[in-house]
């Protein structure tokens, strides 16, 4: 497509469920990256892909969360025993390279009651 | 340490005034990159601009202007003659040369009003 796309665009689910969102970078891009937008923290990096190489997953808040990109493309962040301060918007974005000009995606709103 | 700061949370202007957003940022890296991003209430961060720490030209694009001063650590947006289709939050970011994450300011609201 011609930009990235995230679904769903909008999540709600009860604190202690299983969720996962999905990315689709712009195609091409080999870098891709999650964001995480709250109230109280701002926009903050979560994980890192580029390319086929193991993520970088250093800004992972806890162990709940993990992520996956299969065959260099589509992204999966999950997100266990959700916590209501999980409660965001989750953005994903790519780039062509890493240190390019990345591209946001319209974000996917997570609401954990 | 890296950080990038904001200081204007909100800005209200009435459509056709002139108004600058301001973005401090700090950072040890001679080498670094600087962006703006729009995100309008639909919430999609829309890119504006990139700039690196090496070019301190002052870019023009329509009614937005950047202007980039390493003396103080800033990089301002300007918007003129300013639209209610400008309202928006913007952010400011900072990359620095080996990495990839952005580091992001607060963002500042702007409120343009017919």
């Known amino acids: 497509g011609a930009g990235v796309s995230q679904s769903p665009s909008n999540k709600v689910t009860e604190k202690g469920k299983d969720v996962e969102l999905r990315c689709d970078p712009i195609?091409?891009?080999?870098?891709l990256y999650w964001y995480r937008q709250s109230l109280g923290q701002g926009l903050e990096f979560l994980i890192y892909?580029?390319?086929?190489?193991?993520?970088?997953k250093s800004g992972l808040p806890s162990d709940r969360f993990s992520a996956e990109r299969t065959g260099g493309s589509v992204s999966t962040l999950t997100i266990q025993r959700t916590q209501q301060e999980d409660s965001a918007v989750y953005l994903c974005?790519?780039?062509?390279?890493?240190?390019?000009?990345?591209?946001f995606g319209p974000g996917t709103r997570l609401l954990v009651l | 340490a890296q950080k990038v700061t904001q200081a204007q949370t909100e800005i209200s202007v009435v459509e056709k005034e002139d108004v600058t957003l301001d973005c401090v940022y700090e950072?040890?890296?001679?080498?670094?990159?600087l962006f703006w991003y729009k995100q309008p209430p639909s919430g999609e961060l829309v890119f504006l601009i990139r700039?690196?720490?090496?070019?301190?030209q002052n870019e023009i694009s329509g009614r937005y202007s950047w202007n980039f001063q390493k003396s103080t650590s800033s990089f301002n947006f300007t918007i003129t003659a300013s639209q209610v289709v400008d309202s928006a939050v913007y952010f400011c970011?900072?990359?620095?040369?080996?990495?990839?994450?952005?580091?992001f300011g607060t963002g500042t609201r702007l409120k343009v009003l017919a």
């Open positions: 892909f580029q390319g086929n190489s193991a993520p970088d």
């Open positions: 970011a900072l990359e620095t040369s080996g990495t990839y994450k952005y580091i």
């Open positions: 195609s091409g891009h080999t870098a």
């Open positions: 950072t040890r890296d001679t080498t670094y990159y």
């Open positions: 700039r690196n720490s090496f070019d301190e």
């Open positions: 974005a790519s780039s062509q390279r890493s240190q390019e000009t990345q591209y």
